[in-house]
């Protein structure tokens, strides 16, 4: 670690000439490998030496002349080395994506507390100025939108998703004056703005004005399930794939979903809801973060045979919608439920997650910087 550094350098610039010389030998014209062999030996004999600084300089300066002329870097090499440094990054990208971690969205509020989704909170004001929307963005991950209607008698005709490089969702609205793309899911538009197909604004009429926060952005573990089982009350990523209920409703365009919940059930278990609480094979479960939503405090209101709509209760699910409801999970597969359970489509309304759906476990959230930052409990 004392070494100076012009030794270091004329050092490694010694070790890549006797490389040169290796790999070269053969085809060299006798005079330039000649050459060669005469500036690596001189550069040698005066590191062997007193060191003088000057004249290893002036070696080096010599050697590395010799080499440039004898194998003259590629033209453009600066570009080829850039576009090698980015394939190899994508490459590791993809690779780390197909096999450790993937990012991923959550878009509704079955998860809540415990993980936030895409919220949209009408605003009558304006929206701030470009600095602070830049810097909520950052940090928040809040959009501001402001969209109102330039005609009269201007009718939502239809909606429709978009995704854009595959993480971002626009809605696109043909409406009577023409066609408008809103950065916001279309289901926060109608449960939060009141905006669906068939409602007419007036010219001048907000049609969406406000800001919409965008759910936690997660790492998903895909590596641990390879070491060991899906373990109760782990927050899992599954796919939607051959889970009939869930296909029916979802845009077939975008093709198969991924969900995130809590694993609630695993292969032989026998499930009971008897709201606020939940039994797993007769006893009330142990887990801390299951028992953290039947205790029903600080945003979670405990476990439930019904769903809401709202503020209403709703109709019973098809699986544990009454209190004396008993379902076992069938081997090879487990039982999947949203926090929020309220407010959520899980497996008390479609079913089981097939065991070759689950993609892996949710890590973290990396994304935007809120008190759910950090690892997922």
């Known amino acids: 670690m004392f070494t100076p550094r012009y030794l270091k350098l004329a050092k490694h610039l010694l070790h890549a000439a006797h490389k040169l010389e290796k790999y070269r030998r053969d085809i060299l014209p006798a005079k330039d490998h000649a050459e060669l062999l005469d500036s690596i030996r001189v550069l040698e004999t005066v590191l062997a030496g007193k060191r003088n600084r000057q004249q290893i300089g002036s ?62 909170v009408p605003q009558p004001g304006a929206a701030p100025n470009l600095v602070r929307q830049a810097l909520e963005y950052v940090v928040l991950g809040r959009n501001y939108i402001d969209f109102v209607s330039a005609t009269d008698d201007n009718q939502v005709l239809e909606m429709r998703e978009v995704k854009r490089l595959h993480f971002f969702i626009f809605s696109q609205l043909r409406c009577t004056d023409g066609l408008h793309t809103v950065y916001a899911p279309s289901a926060t538009l109608v449960q939060h703005f009141g905006v669906r197909p068939g409602r007419t604004y007036r010219r001048g009429e907000v049609i969406a004005r406000g800001y919409i926060d965008t759910g936690d952005q997660v790492f998903v573990d895909k590596m641990s399930y390879h070491f060991r ?149």
């Open 229 to 377: 089982a899906p373990a109760r009350s782990d927050v899992f990523v599954f796919k939607t794939t051959g889970i009939r209920r869930i296909e029916e409703t979802i845009n077939r365009a975008f093709g198969s979903q991924f969900y995130i919940k809590r694993l609630v059930g695993l292969p032989g278990d026998r499930l009971r809801v008897d709201p606020p609480n939940m039994f797993v094979n007769g006893e009330e479960v142990r887990e801390p973060m299951m028992r953290r939503v039947m205790e029903a405090k600080n945003g979670y209101r405990g476990y439930s045979n019904n769903s809401e709509s709202g503020g209403r209760i709703g109709p019973r699910f098809t699986y544990l919608g009454a209190p004396d409801d008993v379902f076992a999970v069938p081997s090879r597969a487990y039982f999947a439920m949203g926090d929020n359970s309220f407010n959520s489509s899980d497996s008390r309304h479609w079913g089981i997650v097939p065991e070759k759906n689950v993609v892996g476990r949710g890590l973290l959230v990396y994304w935007p910087f809120t008190r759910h930052w950090g690892l997922i409990r």
């Open 59 to 120: 070696a080096c300066e010599a050697l590395d002349a010799t080499c440039t002329r004898i194998a003259p870097p590629p033209k453009d090499s600066g570009w080829r080395e850039n576009c090698e440094v980015i394939l190899v990054a994508i490459a590791i990208a993809v690779g780390v994506r197909a096999y450790f971690l993937q990012p991923f969205k959550i878009p509704t509020g079955s998860m809540q507390p415990t993980l936030n989704g895409i919220v949209g």
